[in-house]
């Protein structure tokens, strides 16, 4: 009987464990889409690694024509 009441016992940390888990995603889901200005400073990171990419890749071709 008693294992009975402690399975009864982990059910609410269960579902805080739960809530807290979804919380974290849709943190991350708005930092991700940019919605927090955090995730805007993370997507203005992303074009800067994106110009510097693409930066190398013309210059790389350049580089062929020299």
Do not use: H, R
Not at 16 to 37: H, P, R, V, Y
Not at 46 to 63: I, P, T
């Amino acid at each position: 009987m008693s294992s009975l009441s402690s399975n009864n016992d982990a059910a609410p940390k269960d579902a805080e464990n739960i809530a807290n888990f979804d919380k974290a995603i849709q943190d991350w889901t708005a930092l991700s889409s940019g919605d927090t200005i955090t995730g805007e400073f993370f997507n203005f990171v992303k074009s800067l690694a994106n110009l510097a990419g693409n930066l190398g890749d013309v210059l790389s071709v350049v580089n062929k024509y020299l």
